[in-house]
């Protein structure tokens, strides 16, 4: 996080951040508040002056985001070729150093975020000249729909990409021979396809491809046996073959794709909105990647601290709970943070607080409540009183009736059912396999930006984001409809 400060992605974008405040809540995630004032009348200008002056910024964009992030696998990867337990201290401060230089370098997933939000923003050139579009052609009720369209990305999300590759693996499963197989138990499977080699091959592609999407920051990956389950459900349970859904997939990416090129045309926009669109495409395919990517670049920072841990005489839980500073302050003079400290962080969270570049770190509810009144920030954890609505934002249109599934921690993923209403904080990769299961997403945080706006409009989900009362206001069971056409959340 304090990454945001980062000037990395300069020349390319000016974006960064000098203020703000995180909070970490035991089982339910980080809460980042940022100075809206800095946000929009500051940062908002940068972004959008970077894309106006570079007619080459896609191009630009994707090399910077390469060097940055390939410096990060760099890292990665002398962490992996080094046997951890025979390194001294100082080497293993080195490998620290350098990992964290990568990621402290620049905000590596908010640019996107932010670029997104900063050229859809009302008084940029997108939306002012599609609103005045509109206006002349008497069509001002369709403006939220058309930018819907134009919030369309230009390449797959990993939700996306994810499901489609599943869907081409699971086609090439299905034959008499394979799916009889796939009538044992899985870890019968996983030995039996040992004789089929091309096959399981396949499978293993996949699952190395994509191991990391249900893992997010601190979860596990899947067993091979949770793999075959799913590629079991697939071939047997599902009603239509996956070659059938393979085909919609890829029917609704490329209808989705011609819909915004057709729009484009329709309405005769100049080539400097043009542009900017073009980019605001390429910052909605990157977003979810880079976060993806900053994701498979954990397991080698775990491996990494865990090493660490061990020296500090540290449980590795313990150790997430400290900040790279005191991590720092080990590595360089022995310094082992306070067990008071600690305690207080896992059992009631943390709070940092950014200023003008500048890093605090607080402890324990008291501090965090403290934080919250100083900045006038609502504590995301007081309970709301009884409502008969909800609202919040359109991040993708849309009207259903269902029963909501509150997950307020990852813990409880697994409990999610086909056909349920999403109800959560906000989104992230590890929430990927539930787009494959949910009728429309609602979260508490977030802007069209979010993972749960791309990932929900690229599925064509109704989703609401940034109801703030969400996952308080609402209990799994509830039944409620969900009308994203308003950004109306009723409760039935």
């Known amino acids: 996080m304090p990454g945001l400060f980062g000037r990395g992605w300069l020349p390319v974008v000016d974006f960064y951040v000098e203020n ?31 894309v106006d002056a570079n007619k080459d910024f896609i191009l630009d964009l994707r090399m910077r985001t390469n060097e940055i992030f390939g410096a990060l696998f760099f890292a990665c990867s ?14 293993l401060a080195c490998l620290y150093r350098e990992y964290m230089n990568a990621v402290l370098g620049s905000p590596l997933i908010t640019v996107q975020v932010y670029g997104i939000e900063a050229l859809i923003y009302p008084d940029y050139k997108i939306t002012s000249v599609l609103k005045q579009k509109m206006q002349s052609l008497g069509r001002d009720s369709e403006l939220e729909k058309l930018k819907e369209i134009l919030l369309t990305n230009d390449g797959e999300t990993v939700a996306f990409s994810e499901r489609k590759d599943f869907y081409r693996v699971s086609t090439a499963l299905d034959t008499p021979k394979i799916k009889k197989i796939f009538e044992k138990v899985p870890s019968e499977i996983v030995q039996s396809l040992v004789d089929y080699p091309e096959i399981k091959s396949l499978i293993d592609t996949h699952i190395k491809k994509y191991h990391w999407v249900n893992t997010e920051y601190l979860g596990t990956s899947w067993s091979i046996e949770r793999w075959i389950s799913l590629f079991k459900d697939a071939l047997l349970s599902s009603p239509r073959p996956p070659a059938e859904q393979l085909k919609e997939l890829e029917i609704m990416f490329d209808s989705a794709q011609a819909a915004k090129r057709n729009l484009i045309k329709e309405l005769g926009l100049p080539q400097d909105v043009i542009h900017s669109i073009d980019v605001l495409g390429e910052f909605l395919a990157q977003r979810d ?29 313990d150790i997430l709970n400290l900040s790279y500073l005191e991590i720092f302050d080990y590595l360089k003079s022995g310094k082992v943070p306070s067990v008071r400290d600690i305690k207080q962080r896992k059992e009631a969270g943390y709070a940092f607080r950014v200023a003008n570049g500048t890093l605090s770190l607080f402890s324990g509810d008291k501090h965090i409540k403290q934080i919250l009144r100083e900045e006038k920030i609502e504590n995301p954890l007081d309970e709301v009183p009884k409502v008969a609505e909800i609202k919040g ?16 921690s990852a813990s409880k993923i697994p409990e999610f059912l086909d056909g349920e209403i999403l109800v959560t904080y906000m989104t992230t990769i590890e929430f990927t396999p539930l787009f494959r299961k949910a009728i429309a997403v609602i979260t508490d945080e977030g802007g069209m930006s979010c993972h749960a706006a791309i990932v929900s409009r690229e599925f064509k989900l109704p989703c609401i984001v940034g109801t703030k009362i969400g996952t308080r206001a609402l209990k799994t069971g509830d039944m409620v409809e969900v009308d994203a056409n308003k950004g109306i959340i009723k409760i039935i």
């Open 289 to 317: 990647w880079t976060k993806g990517y900053f994701a498979r670049s954990l397991p080698s920072l775990h491996k990494l601290l865990n090493e660490i841990g061990k020296r500090m005489k540290m449980d590795f839980k």
């Open 393 to 408: 934002l359109t991040a993708s249109l849309g009207n259903v009736r269902g029963r909501v599934r509150v997950i307020d």
């Open 20 to 50: 703000v405040i995180v909070v970490g809540l035991p089982g339910k995630g980080g809460f980042v508040y940022l100075d809206q004032n800095e946000l929009v009348n500051k940062k908002y200008a940068a972004i959008q002056k970077s």
């Open 78 to 91: 002398k962490i992996e070729e080094e046997n951890l337990p025979l390194l001294s201290v100082d080497e």
